[in-house]
């Protein structure tokens, strides 16, 4: 079989050179959690824990009360550094489509990020779905940006130099964090945002007729269950502007119209991700509010294609977010 033009090489390699048979649908947040956990921890434990790293972890405390964990990452780089403090930091939301994920599952990756972009990482472990439904999971993320800013002298950070990293389900939540604190008027604001295949739209779907649906590593079904655990049975339900007073913007940054005053923002996405379109959408919206976007479509990969080493594009997606990050 000829690989289709729109499926990278790589991906087709990794397939078998053939097309994947139809997968059941998958709706059982438990399952969904359980084997997304699975795919996680064993992209994070195939990269090496960097040498010289240090961690930490202090408690942050979320605006209903609920106390969680912060995990400091502090790559070698930074340790030896010359240049004057205060540095730079990254908080860092993982992924999990607000149901699965935690730092520990993501913690060789959340360090190898800390030592590719020369940066200390604040990772919180976000509370998730469907125990803790919005707005918990935005909560802790947005808590932590501000507990930061509170604690910086005490890490040698420089309140203005805060970036927020997301990825898939995080990348929702530091997105409506950004949102927040443009609202809230925080101060100094963030200095950058950063989307890796963003979660960001509970009315995104796709035709199962569609040629890319077979190659769909994350489900059109898997998010829609996932958005109705997080949303509490309310995703998806009005597709006009007046749903925000159904489904706020921090709880689905792509139903935000206004974008003015969001941070400098770098875009990443697969061409054969489900959320694809909503990414691209987004970034152009962005453009055209006034926002400084980079933005960039890795053509024929999948949702989370930079946890194999199948994929060769997975090393540009992390040059391209590494360099936007070391311009802050």
Not at 45 to 72: E, H
Not at 119 to 126: E, G, N, W
Not at 157 to 172: E, H, K, M
Not at 300 to 311: K, L, N, R, T
Request: aromatic residues 10%; glycine residues 8%; proline residues 9%.
């Amino acid at each position: 079989m000829a690989r289709p033009p729109y499926v990278d090489s790589d991906y087709w390699s990794l397939l078998g050179g053939r097309v994947p048979e139809p997968r059941p649908p998958s709706t059982n947040i438990s399952a969904i959690r359980e084997s997304t956990n699975a795919a996680t921890k064993a992209a994070s434990d195939a990269l090496p824990f960097p040498d010289g790293m240090i961690t930490t972890v202090s408690t942050a405390t979320s605006a209903d009360g609920s106390k969680f964990n912060i995990t400091r990452f502090v790559p070698l780089q930074v340790q030896q550094s010359t240049e004057a403090a205060p540095h730079r930091a990254v908080i860092y939301a993982f992924g999990g489509g607000l149901v699965a994920g935690s730092v520990a599952i993501s913690y060789n990756m959340i360090a190898n990020y800390a030592e590719q972009t020369a940066t200390q990482v604040f990772a919180p472990d976000y509370r998730l779905a469907p125990e803790h439904p919005y707005p918990a999971a935005f909560d802790d993320v947005y808590a932590t940006v501000t507990w930061l800013q509170a604690h910086a002298a005490e890490f040698d950070v420089d309140p203005a130099r805060l970036v927020a990293f997301g990825q898939s389900a995080g990348g929702n939540l530091v997105a409506a964090a950004a949102l927040a604190a443009r609202d809230k008027g925080l101060c100094p604001p963030l200095a950058a945002l950063v989307l890796r295949y963003p979660m960001l739209d509970d009315r995104t779907r796709m035709d199962a007729e569609n040629p890319r649906f077979p190659f769909l590593t994350w489900s059109p079904s898997s998010s829609e269950a996932v958005w109705q655990a997080y949303l509490n049975g309310t995703a998806g339900t009005q597709q006009d502007g007046a749903a925000s007073a159904v489904i706020p913007y921090t709880a689905a940054p792509g139903r935000a119209d206004d974008l003015h005053g969001l941070p400098p923002t770098h875009l990443g996405v697969g061409g054969l991700d489900l959320f694809r379109d909503e990414t691209t959408s987004f970034a152009a919206r962005l453009a055209s509010q006034d926002v400084k976007v980079q933005s960039n479509i890795y053509p024929g990969v999948p949702h989370g294609f930079d946890g194999s080493p199948a994929f060769s594009l997975r090393f540009e997606l992390w040059n391209n977010e590494a360099k936007f990050i070391q311009e802050f």
